[in-house]
């Protein structure tokens, strides 16, 4: 990397960089603040379905037509049960109260008839199926249904949303390349005089292209460093305040230690990525105009 922007004096005097001129590093802030922040909502985004799946993978629910005694008998049966360690009866005023929130006070009236529901936890390993096939038969009208199964749907829209946010920073990370190809050009018709100036006395085209790749290339790490720093602020102070409750709901951050180390890169990356782009950009152009 450092290979690519390294110049002599001479050479910096011929074709300055790093003084943020021109449009091009204001371009690749924007792009690059866009890219964090769509990254980060869908690692964000990956992190909450992988921890929400992992809280589920073991937790299945028994709900019984009729509830009492069968209910009573259910619980007991799955407290003999091996490969059951946690067994959690949902009280009728339970349900109720939470048919109460979404249907209103006629949620909560005795008249409504509920069925019975019995929370448990199997040990890593266990035999769901087995588990299953012994309550449905030991109780009569109990169903067994896996926390899982019930949360796919959700955990499959929020993959997705996922994997289209990722897909959109490659799109803008195109878009950005796109846009170093155009900078690039308009470079090289920008200091044609000195590109024949150099060709006079000898230069080579990789000589000259190692000039204007090593003003891309400054121009892109202080404009993609200055677009991720920003979309960091944000993202600290959208993290310290609204979205907390996100934490919450899946037990701990959304973004790991090596989500963040990625995020971090993404400058990096984009400046390895100018350069190239405009190393071959240039290195084109200098061959059609010979």
Known sequence: M?????ATPAERRLIPGGRLQGPTPYVIAIMMFV???????????????????AGVQDRYSIEIAGG???????TQLLAKTPGVIAVRPVSEQDMRDILARWLGPEGATADLPL??????????GANSDDIARRVEQAVPGARFV??????????RAVRALSWLALTLVLLIALATAAAVVLAARGTLDTHRSTIDVLHGIGATDDQIARLFQRKIAIDALTGGTAGA????VVLLVIAGGGSTWLADLTGGALLRAGDILLLALLPLAATIL??????LAIMKALRTSL
């Open 229 to 232: 720093a920003l979309a960091g």
């Open 2 to 6: 450092l290979g690519m922007i390294a």
């Open 35 to 53: 890219m964090v922040v769509i990254g980060a909502a869908g690692l964000a985004l990956l992190g909450s379905a992988r921890v929400v799946a």
């Open 146 to 155: 896996a926390h899982q199964e019930s949360l796919g749907p959700v955990l």
């Open 274 to 279: 100018a350069t190239i782009v405009a190393r």
């Open 115 to 124: 069925p019975a529901m019995i929370d448990v936890d199997l040990a890593p």
């Open 68 to 74: 009492g005694p069968k209910a009573t008998a259910a």
